[in-house]
């Protein structure tokens, strides 16, 4: 059954910090080459945060860009919700330091943790507030250093991730004809084992032996998780769109999460999809995990990629594992 939420997307910003960080540098860093990186991720780039840059200042930036260019003033923002895995500390949450640095002083706010399905759970999320009627203007955030996180000894990993951020401003929606159809999320933690950071939490709290064992990175069954994302991709996009009477004839646009390119264009094959309908930019950015998403909506609509009423599909799968889809009518 569709579950639909009269609220819709009226603004998308990004920001990522300057230094680009290609293939070539990768090279000089470990054990890869330009072009098993490029044929196995589709990667080209990315880009890295400085030390003493974290999530909240990138995610500050793509706020402000999008305040600026909605002429939206920061007190006017009810809510806001941060996905990511790389927040600044534990407490206080990413959403205050950025409620902070923007002056939102009307709003309350909190992070989200969902991996590289965050941004779309927090846009789920933000949008019932809008949808419920009690909130107006609700900043939904994706922001990620992943470099924070990499260990730059397992060529496995640090060549995939990229650092950035992308905000958008969610609004409540007129009519059907606009905004968030219908959305998807699911967990399945029995795959938790096979894309996890162990170390740095409750269980196993820092310590010399955390460290020594190289437990505050990111440890990935990169085969295990390719496959579930595979798979659980296309079957997702089949499931919202049938128990919505539609096909993916009918979608202008696929704004997938960016891990692999070959991920995307497996599920691309599956749906029948030609690359107009698909917005690629990994080899650009690399996966910025909560980022990809609110990036990809950047890129199309800088691309003039989106019309209003075009239909658009958000998917992602992640750490958890974690899935999620978002169907909605572009409202702008
Ligand atoms: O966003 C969160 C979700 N994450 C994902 O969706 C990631 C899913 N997984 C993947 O995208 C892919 O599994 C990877 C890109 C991580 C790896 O690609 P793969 O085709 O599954 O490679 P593999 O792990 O099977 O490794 C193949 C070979 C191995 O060498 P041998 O054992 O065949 O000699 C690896 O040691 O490639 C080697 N390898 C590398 N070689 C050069 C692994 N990493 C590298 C590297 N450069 N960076």
Redo the contacts with the bound molecule.
Sequence with gaps: MSQRIAAKITGVAGYVPPRVVTNAD?EKM????DE??RS??GIRERHFADPGVASSHLGTEAAKKLLAMKGVRPEEIDLIVVATVTPDMLFPATACLIQDRLGATKAWGFDLSA??SGFAYALTVGAQFVGAGSHKKVLVIGADVMTSILDFKD??????FGDGAGAVLVEPAASEAEGIIDFLHEVDGSGGCN?YMPAGGSLHPPSHETVDKRMHYVH?E??Q??KY?VRRMSELACEILERNGLTSRDLALVVP?Q??L??IRAMQERLGLDDSKVLVNIDHYG?T?AA?IPMGLVDAVEQKRLRKGDLVLLI????GYTTGAVLMRWAY
Excluded: E, K, P, S
Aim: net charge positive; hydrophobic share 45%.
């Design positions: 990768m470990v054990d890869t080459t098993w990186i196995r991720t991996a590289c060529r496995a990993t640090c060549v995939l894309l990935q990169g085969q998780v390719f994302a999460h891990a692999n070959r991920i996966n995990t990809t992602a799968v992640g750490a």
